[in-house]
């Protein structure tokens, strides 16, 4: 069974940090593009950070570069969110996708793929 499970959300104050894991069974990360996005309350689900397993390559929503970076463990099979400074806009359910196919020519996945089943941060001010 493909299965992505995100871990490592909780609540944290203003300035603080989180680092979320993204596991991945049932298949390897090792062809996939593989994403972060969240979801706040009331709003629409927005793209935070991608990786392109192939090549290494990533790409951050402006409103994170600096204060976020996305990494990968092969052998653990794992990618992670590494988010620093934390504000309380970014208070949102964290979901991870995983595709082998990419949107244009972004390293983002496509929606078409797997989805974990979300963890939620939140931020305190």
């Known amino acids: 069974e493909v299965q992505l499970v995100e871990s490592g959300g909780g609540l944290v104050q203003a300035g603080g940090s989180l680092r979320l894991s993204c596991a991945a069974s049932?298949?390897?990360?090792?062809?996939?593009?593989v994403g972060w996005s969240r979801q706040a309350p009331g709003k629409e689900r927005e793209r935070v950070s991608c990786?392109?397993?192939?090549?290494?390559?990533?790409s951050y929503a402006d409103f994170v570069k600096g204060r976020f970076t996305i990494s990968s463990n092969n052998a653990k099979n794992t990618v992670y969110l590494q988010m620093n400074d934390l504000k309380p806009e970014d208070t949102a359910v964290y979901y991870c996708?995983?595709?082998?196919?990419?949107?244009?020519?972004?390293?983002?996945?496509?929606?078409?793929?797997?989805w974990g089943q979300g963890t939620q941060v939140t931020v305190s001010s």
């Open positions: 049932g298949f390897t990360f090792d062809d996939h593009a």
């Open positions: 990786m392109s397993m192939s090549d290494g390559a990533t």
């Open positions: 996708s995983a595709a082998t196919s990419y949107d244009g020519t972004t390293p983002c996945p496509t929606d078409s793929g797997s």
